[in-house]
């Protein structure tokens, strides 16, 4: 049977200097803070009647493109529109 020794060397350097967790928390927060400040608004929801307009607007811009395109993106629409409810 073989014997190994392992030999730990004691921690070289200082420990965490005084104050250090405090003084990294609270960088942190203002850090987060100003963060918060730059972040814009979440936008709101469209209903699912705009969301078939916006893609019927879609599909009238590739109709000269791509008419059969056109055509899949309005029966998408009206699709979208019977699914949820739509009048």
Known sequence: ????????APRVGPANPRGARVAAAVFVAV??????????????AKTPAQEARDLRELALTHRAMDPRFAADLFAAADRHERLHGVN
């Open 1 to 8: 049977m073989t014997t190994v020794r392992i030999q730990v």
């Open 31 to 44: 850090w987060r803070f100003f963060a918060a400040l730059g972040r814009k608004a979440a936008p709101r």
